[in-house]
């Protein structure tokens, strides 16, 4: 089956630094990737959907220079968060669409991020 | 606006009992449903999905759901629930141009023994 790995899945920064966050497509390539959040006992809040070779595309009231998105190659996306702050800290997931088939997406394992 | 809802927030069931999770969805065009599990700290794992034909689907883990169009529900059900299955349940509907999912709050399942 289609699998997409997502790295680090854990990941404590200081106030004030970035941290990237890899999201890669392992046997299958993606046009479209798609990244979430999700707060704690909360459901899952579409962030930005990122394609190969654009720009990424940033649901509404979701900061686009604090959550930089970039989707370079059909099997890897990146999330940087800017100038993390504990408010930043949450569960990030990333899922990805299998090329020509539009209606499924895998997600990734997820990462637990922590500002400090 | 696309919107899916998922009535229960937490449900408690004992072991060995049956299990059904209620998912209600609008939508306007043919929805693609899909059911996902995700255990603390993980990422989603899909149960089942639906995109066309038989409205009765069937999963993994022992899981089935049935597509209602008159009731715009997509309930998720397993005859006999294992310690196991203690997890949370997000139904989702796939927005077929984009590819985007749209959430339910999720159902936390809890297993009595």
């Known amino acids: 089956g289609a699998v997409v790995s997502q790295h680090p899945s854990r990941v404590i920064c200081k106030s004030g630094t970035s941290v990237k966050i890899e999201c890669r497509s392992l046997?299958?390539?993606?046009?479209?990737m798609f990244w979430y959040r999700q707060f704690p006992k909360k459901s899952l809040m579409l962030m930005a959907t990122s394609n190969e070779g654009s720009k990424a595309t940033y649901e509404q009231g979701v900061e686009k220079d604090k959550f930089l998105i970039n989707h370079a190659s059909l099997t890897l996306s990146t999330l940087t968060v800017t100038s993390a702050h504990p408010e930043d800290s949450s569960f990030y997931i990333c899922?990805?669409?299998?090329?020509?088939?539009?209606?499924?997406?895998?997600f990734g394992q997820g990462t637990r991020l922590t500002v400090v | 606006a696309q919107s899916v809802t998922q009535p229960d927030i937490h449900i408690t069931v004992s072991e060995g009992a049956s299990l059904e999770l209620r998912c209600n969805y609008s939508y306007g065009a043919t929805p693609y449903l899909f059911w996902y599990v995700q255990s603390p700290g993980q990422g989603l794992q899909l149960l089942l999905k639906?995109?066309?034909?038989?409205?009765l689907v069937q999963g993994i883990k022992g899981f089935e759901a049935e597509f209602k169009r008159s009731q715009s529900s997509f309930n998720l059900r397993k005859p006999s629930v294992h310690w196991s299955d203690a997890a949370e349940y997000f139904c989702a509907v796939g927005l077929s141009n984009t590819g985007k999912l749209i959430f339910g709050q999720g159902t936390t399942l809890q297993v009595k023994p």
């Open positions: 046997d299958f390539q993606a046009t479209t």
């Open positions: 639906y995109f066309s034909g038989d409205t």
């Open positions: 899922s990805a669409r299998v090329r020509l088939k539009n209606t499924e997406a895998f």
